[in-house]
């Protein structure tokens, strides 16, 4: 039985978690009401002050959320290879395109700089972290500087979802995954 309330709160808080991203087409976070919101939603006014204090409470889990899915999606490759070898990967095996296409409203929003000042930053810095956590797992015998590694993947990395995001997806989320392997690895054909 508690799996019905359970299930019911977690729709309430994806219709306020949608209804947020889509106003932010319409306008800056600074403008957006309660109001707006639980109007969008179609959910009364008491409901989001069951779950939340206030919009930013929403919009930090938002983010939460989607950097925890996003952390999931990163690491699966190095979980499911033991040892990891990028030699061996396929572009089924990169999960990050599918997660950014599940949350592709999220992710324009973030790249327009709709959230806060910063938060493209802040993403960067996300990934960044993830890299870093799994260095010793990706480059065993590598002489490279984890910290520039991690810079310099986690920048290239948001580069090509910058670059899907503006445009328009136009991608999927398969192309998109052999295409990184592609640049990581050149001399590996992939049959899609």
Known sequence: MTEKPDRRIRKTK???????????????????TVTDIVTYADVNRGTF???????????????ADVLADLEV??????????????KRMTPAMVKIFDHVYAHKLFYKQAI?????PGFQNQLCDAIKRIALRDF???????NANP???ASYQAHAIF????????????????????QLLQIVHPDTSFTT
């Open 112 to 116: 327009d700089d709709k959230f806060r």
């Open 159 to 178: 580069g090509l979802i910058v670059y899907w995001a503006q445009s328009d997806y136009a991608y999927t989320p398969a192309y998109m995954s052999e």
């Open 136 to 142: 010793a797992t990706v480059l065993k015998q590598s």
């Open 14 to 32: 994806a219709a306020f978690a949608k209804a947020l991203l889509t106003l932010l087409d319409e306008k800056p976070f600074k403008k957006i």
């Open 73 to 86: 999606a990163y690491r699966d490759p190095y979980e499911k290879m033991t040892p990891f070898s990028i």
């Open 147 to 149: 910290e520039l590694h």
């Open 49 to 63: 002050y069951k779950h939340y204090q206030e919009k930013e409470d929403l919009l930090d889990e938002v983010i």
